[in-house]
């Protein structure tokens, strides 16, 4: 089995010591290879996913090597983008970005502060209620919109009344040109 990746013009990649370091016009990601039974052959623009077996275990880790290795390829050439909004009826929270971490003050009412670690290259932006996160590595950028959602959430309140807390609203997924 054997597959073909076509790198855009502008984008550079290596792979060395079971590595891939992709470069491009808006960033560098760098990410180890997940998939073990693939071989990876780098020639210019071009580059080859091969493996000696032609079984669905196989066929299933050449694919997702290849759109890992696409996501690297479009993060670099147009960074992803996960917007959020601030949603409250009953106490009016606010955020901010500090020292590595972004911190949710005044949430549902509690004194105390709700904090979620930023990881990687990722830019945040807060203007007024909206949220922006963008990073040119896919993972990066939806764990942390993620990880805020997840702990923005009333529990133990009835949600149809106790809406309040940060909901992505759009994903805008990066794409080489």
């Not at 409250?88 to 502060?113: E, T, W």
């Amino acid at each position: 089995m054997e597959l073909n990746i076509k790198l855009p013009e502008n984008v550079n990649l290596e792979y060395k010591d079971n590595t891939f370091n992709v470069s491009g016009p808006k960033g560098k990601i760098t990410k180890r290879n997940p998939v073990k039974i693939v071989d990876v052959l780098v020639n210019g623009k071009d580059i080859v996913l091969k493996s000696k077996d032609d079984g669905k275990k196989a066929l299933a880790q050449i694919y997702t090597l290849s759109k890992h290795i696409r996501n690297m390829i479009s993060g670099v050439c147009k960074p992803y983008i996960y917007k959020l909004s601030i949603i409250y009826s009953h106490f009016p929270m606010s955020v901010a970005v500090k020292d590595g971490y972004f911190v949710i003050s005044n949430f549902a009412g509690q004194k105390k502060q709700i904090k979620v670690k930023t990881h990687g290259d990722a830019k945040i932006e807060i203007k007024g209620k909206d949220i922006t996160i963008s990073s040119v590595d896919k993972d990066v950028a939806g764990q942390i919109a993620s990880n805020i959602e997840n702990k923005a959430k009333v529990r133990s309140k009835d949600r149809r009344i106790f809406q309040d807390g940060l909901w992505i609203i759009t994903k805008r997924k990066g794409r080489h040109n």
